[in-house]
């Protein structure tokens, strides 16, 4: 027997998800369906979870009051900058 659900998703997040689920030849339906399939056979979440550390925190907060930042327009810019 199968039920059916309905789910909250951020717009950009779906349409992102469903574009790499199609490359794959599945749909949302069968990739969430995998997902619900690997977590019943493990009994866990199929991939590890964990909280940024302190310095990930200090970089995520200094990028979002653009504190010790800088900018590279390409990636050569930045390889230049680093002596690459």
Request: net charge negative; aromatic share 10%; glycine share 4%.
């Given at each position: ?15 992102e ?52 930042t ?15």
């Amino acid at each position: 027997m199968k039920i059916q659900t309905s789910v909250r998703v951020e717009n950009t997040l779906y349409n992102e998800a469903k574009n790499v689920f199609s490359k794959f030849g599945l749909t949302f339906g069968d990739a969430v369906n995998i997902f619900l399939a690997k977590v019943a056979m493990e009994k866990a979440i199929p991939f590890e979870l964990s909280l940024p550390s302190e310095e990930l925190e200090n970089r995520i907060n200094n990028l979002n009051i653009d504190k010790n930042t800088q900018v590279y327009n390409t990636a050569n810019e930045l390889f230049e900058d680093l002596g690459i």
